[in-house]
């Protein structure tokens, strides 16, 4: 990520106030102990990818994996995958005290995507499928219109 994609997003400087100082000071520490635990869960997602696919081989019939055993292991690395960028977007936040706006609808948009592979459509009803379609459309199209804004400042700057 570079600075390009950061400005524009960062928060107000904080105001001379002490009151205010003191609980930007108490948020950040709560963003680190985030990261730490963060770090956690990815350690730990890691160890359950180890397990599930540990499980799926060791399970009838010995060492080969059905499709839906590979979705089990794929879902179990895109959830470690989101927890990552998650972890990411904690440390954008605590070194450009910025909320990485691209970043997160790319979390997010991982995440819907996540759904979908898990998805077993015979047990969904078509609600379901529409609000999914809705969100993964609203999703797209967030991410496309701030890249193509990211772009358009990218040409008006070469072109000076």
Request: charge should be neutral.
């Amino acid at each position: 990520m570079d600075a390009e994609d950061i400005k524009g997003e960062a928060l107000p400087p904080p105001v001379e106030d002490r009151l205010i100082w003191f609980l930007h000071k108490v948020i950040h520490f709560a963003v680190r102990i985030l990261a730490v635990l963060m770090t956690l869960v990815i350690l730990w997602g890691v160890a359950d990818v180890f397990y599930v696919m540990y499980q799926r081989l060791l399970a009838e019939p010995f060492m080969l994996l059905t499709v839906s055993d590979i979705l089990v292991v794929f879902g179990s690395f895109m959830s470690v995958l989101i927890a990552i960028e998650i972890f990411i977007n904690i440390t954008v936040y605590i070194k450009h005290d910025a909320l990485p706006i691209k970043m997160v609808i790319a979390t997010a948009l991982m995440a819907i995507a996540r759904r979908v592979i898990m998805l077993d459509v015979k047990d969904i009803e078509w609600p379901y499928l529409m609000a999914i379609a809705v969100v993964i459309v609203a999703l797209g199209l967030t991410y496309w219109l701030i890249s193509y804004k990211h772009q358009s400042r990218i040409v008006k700057n070469d072109s000076r």
